[in-house]
């Protein structure tokens, strides 16, 4: 009895911290707060909150009786990696860095404009891998769209019984629609035929972690990895790794009726960003 009570203690030990980490965000949060007491890496604070609300005051406060809140900055988590990757239709290897969102799930393509992709969150939601890459690189390449002839052409070395699987599995898995013959992306406006690499304009800065917000991740870092992996094919290799955060000031403005109304902003560029919903 006390070795198999022993031996449960021990794989709980070992197998407890590891499942947390997995699938509880709260707990991985928490342990990457430990680990980083002291200082954190994060892109470079440009603009002030003073002066972003001075420069849109006539569009936030819309008269006299809207007044501003005490701004809050907080930073957002992403991961870095130094990649390389051969270059479509080129024998050429690439080099260079590539930053993905750890709560949004879309890499940044550029950060002065910070532009991002669109559809990478479906695909790490819907454990895409590189089987259904097949399928979507495919798609990506004709348009987002192709019909079932183009596909079985596109796809010639796929036996036509696997083929019909890997469209069902995409299908399920809300990756894919069918509309008669047609198959496209079951995506809005997709974006995911970019080149695995992010112009980055401005340097990586070490700031104090006393005091500084950081929002939890709903992303794992393997789950980002993995994905990548699967999109841009076998000659992508992950050299290194680290966390960034993106530095965001929340400006509220408070409403006549004593309601409040919230902007989220870029304090590397000073441009406005959608609002970071980040459901669990």
């Not at 707990?27 to 001075?54: C, D, N, P, W």
């Not at 910070?114 to 559809?119: A, L, P, Q, S």
């Not at 097949?134 to 390449?141: A, E, F, K, R």
């Not at 399920?172 to 112009?199: A, C, D, E, S, Y």
Request: net charge positive; charged share 20%.
């Amino acid at each position: 009895m006390r070795f198999f009570s022993l031996l449960f203690f021990l794989s709980f030990s070992v197998f407890g911290p590891y499942w947390a980490w997995e699938h509880v965000p709260e707990f991985r949060s928490a342990i990457s707060h430990v680990l980083s007491v002291g200082k954190f890496q994060t892109l470079e604070v440009r603009y002030s909150a003073e002066a972003l609300m001075e420069k849109h005051r006539k569009s936030l406060l819309l008269d006299r009786d809207h007044l501003y809140l005490e701004p809050k900055l907080t930073f957002y988590p992403y991961l870095l990696m130094e990649v390389k990757y051969t270059a479509k239709n080129s024998y050429q290897t690439g080099e260079g860095l590539l930053l993905w969102s750890l709560v949004g799930g879309e890499m940044v393509v550029n950060t002065a404009s910070w532009e991002e992709t669109h559809g990478f969150s479906d695909c790490i939601q819907a454990r895409a891998g590189k089987e259904e890459f097949t399928i979507i690189n495919t798609l990506i390449q004709n348009g987002g769209r192709i019909d079932r002839e183009g596909l079985v052409k596109a796809l010639k070395n796929v036996e036509n019984e696997q083929l019909n699987f890997l469209l069902e599995v995409c299908r399920k898995k809300n990756l894919v629609v069918q509309k008669g013959n047609i198959f496209r992306l079951h995506m809005q406006n997709p974006r995911l035929n970019v080149k695995p690499t992010t112009f980055i304009h401005q340097p990586i800065v070490t700031k104090l972690a006393k005091n500084a917000a950081r929002i939890p991740t709903k992303f794992r870092a393997s789950q980002i990895k993995k994905t990548a992996k699967s999109a841009f094919g076998e000659d992508f290799a992950i050299r290194k790794e680290m966390h960034v955060y993106l530095p965001v000031y929340e400006i509220t403005v408070q409403n006549p009726d004593g309601s409040e109304m919230t902007t989220f902003w870029n304090a590397l560029n000073g441009k406005q960003i959608s609002q970071p919903y980040h459901f669990e």
